[in-house]
Protein backbone atom coordinates (compact mmCIF):
# COMPACT_ATOMS: atom_id res chain seq x y z
CA UNK A 1 0.00 0.00 0.00
CA UNK A 2 2.94 2.20 0.99
CA UNK A 3 3.93 2.31 -3.03
CA UNK A 4 0.25 3.30 -4.16
CA UNK A 5 -0.01 6.29 -1.70
CA UNK A 6 3.77 7.26 -3.43
CA UNK A 7 1.60 7.12 -6.49
CA UNK A 8 -1.54 9.07 -5.31
CA UNK A 9 0.78 11.99 -3.88
CA UNK A 10 2.58 12.33 -7.75
CA UNK A 11 -0.50 12.08 -9.00
CA UNK A 12 -2.34 14.44 -7.28
CA UNK A 13 0.28 17.09 -7.52
CA UNK A 14 0.01 16.84 -11.13
CA UNK A 15 -4.04 17.14 -10.74
CA UNK A 16 -3.78 20.11 -8.69
CA UNK A 17 -1.43 21.91 -11.38
CA UNK A 18 -3.65 21.78 -13.67
CA UNK A 19 -7.14 22.57 -11.81
CA UNK A 20 -5.60 25.19 -10.23
CA UNK A 21 -4.16 26.78 -13.35
CA UNK A 22 -7.56 28.88 -14.47
CA UNK A 23 -8.35 29.89 -10.36
CA UNK A 24 -11.28 28.02 -9.98
CA UNK A 25 -13.54 28.97 -7.24
CA UNK A 26 -13.91 25.63 -5.54
CA UNK A 27 -12.08 22.74 -5.78
CA UNK A 28 -13.23 19.22 -4.94
CA UNK A 29 -10.80 16.16 -4.41
CA UNK A 30 -12.34 12.56 -4.29
CA UNK A 31 -9.90 9.14 -3.27
CA UNK A 32 -11.33 6.26 -4.00
CA UNK A 33 -9.76 2.89 -3.36
CA UNK A 34 -11.91 0.21 -4.86
CA UNK A 35 -12.00 -3.00 -5.33
CA UNK A 36 -9.86 -3.59 -8.15
CA UNK A 37 -8.59 0.03 -8.34
CA UNK A 38 -7.92 3.21 -7.00
CA UNK A 39 -9.85 6.40 -8.74
CA UNK A 40 -9.28 10.02 -8.01
CA UNK A 41 -11.92 12.73 -9.02
CA UNK A 42 -10.88 16.21 -9.11
CA UNK A 43 -13.79 18.79 -9.21
CA UNK A 44 -13.33 22.42 -10.12
CA UNK A 45 -16.06 25.09 -9.87
CA UNK A 46 -16.06 28.03 -12.31
CA UNK A 47 -13.73 26.54 -14.86
CA UNK A 48 -14.91 26.79 -18.60
CA UNK A 49 -13.92 24.05 -20.87
CA UNK A 50 -14.09 23.66 -24.78
CA UNK A 51 -15.62 20.26 -25.97
CA UNK A 52 -11.90 20.04 -27.43
CA UNK A 53 -9.70 20.86 -24.12
CA UNK A 54 -12.02 17.45 -22.97
CA UNK A 55 -11.07 15.78 -26.17
CA UNK A 56 -7.28 16.50 -25.56
CA UNK A 57 -6.89 15.94 -21.92
CA UNK A 58 -8.95 12.31 -22.44
CA UNK A 59 -6.30 11.53 -25.32
CA UNK A 60 -3.46 12.84 -22.86
CA UNK A 61 -4.78 10.81 -19.50
CA UNK A 62 -5.59 7.48 -21.81
CA UNK A 63 -1.27 7.47 -22.99
CA UNK A 64 -0.48 3.85 -22.56
CA UNK A 65 1.22 3.13 -19.03
CA UNK A 66 4.52 2.81 -18.72
CA UNK A 67 5.04 0.70 -15.49
CA UNK A 68 8.89 0.44 -15.95
CA UNK A 69 8.71 4.45 -16.56
CA UNK A 70 6.36 5.00 -13.03
CA UNK A 71 9.28 6.32 -10.68
CA UNK A 72 10.77 8.79 -13.05
CA UNK A 73 7.20 9.87 -14.19
CA UNK A 74 6.24 9.98 -10.77
CA UNK A 75 9.43 12.55 -10.02
CA UNK A 76 8.56 14.99 -13.39
CA UNK A 77 4.75 15.38 -12.03
CA UNK A 78 3.92 19.00 -10.86
CA UNK A 79 7.32 20.35 -11.96
CA UNK A 80 6.53 21.78 -15.35
CA UNK A 81 4.22 24.43 -16.22
CA UNK A 82 0.68 24.62 -15.79
CA UNK A 83 -0.62 22.99 -19.12
CA UNK A 84 -3.04 20.56 -20.18
CA UNK A 85 0.07 18.91 -22.07
CA UNK A 86 1.53 18.09 -18.87
CA UNK A 87 -1.42 15.48 -17.72
CA UNK A 88 0.64 13.33 -20.22
CA UNK A 89 2.83 12.67 -17.38
CA UNK A 90 -0.31 11.54 -15.69
CA UNK A 91 -1.59 9.54 -18.13
CA UNK A 92 1.64 7.55 -18.46
CA UNK A 93 1.32 6.59 -14.67
CA UNK A 94 -2.51 5.51 -14.56
CA UNK A 95 -5.15 3.23 -16.46
CA UNK A 96 -7.23 5.32 -17.93
CA UNK A 97 -8.69 8.82 -17.81
CA UNK A 98 -11.50 11.38 -18.43
CA UNK A 99 -12.55 15.12 -18.03
CA UNK A 100 -16.02 15.74 -18.55
CA UNK A 101 -17.60 19.20 -18.47
CA UNK A 102 -20.61 19.73 -16.16
CA UNK A 103 -22.84 22.63 -15.12
CA UNK A 104 -20.55 25.38 -13.63
CA UNK A 105 -17.44 23.51 -13.71
CA UNK A 106 -15.18 20.29 -14.61
CA UNK A 107 -14.93 16.89 -13.36
CA UNK A 108 -11.87 14.94 -14.20
CA UNK A 109 -11.61 11.41 -13.25
CA UNK A 110 -8.46 9.16 -13.22
CA UNK A 111 -7.79 5.34 -12.08
CA UNK A 112 -5.22 2.58 -12.11
CA UNK A 113 -5.53 -1.49 -11.11
CA UNK A 114 -4.34 -1.61 -7.55
CA UNK A 115 -0.88 -4.04 -7.60
CA UNK A 116 -0.64 -6.49 -5.38
CA UNK A 117 1.04 -5.85 -2.39
Given at each position: ?????????H??????????????????????????R??????????????????????????????????????????????????????????????????G?????????????
Amino acid sequence: MFKEKQKIVHVLDELLNYALRSNPQKVTITIEELEDRVQITVEDAGIELTDRECQDVARFLNTPRRNEMREYYGGLAGEETLHPRNLRIVGMMVDGGQLESCEGGGRLSIWWKTEAS
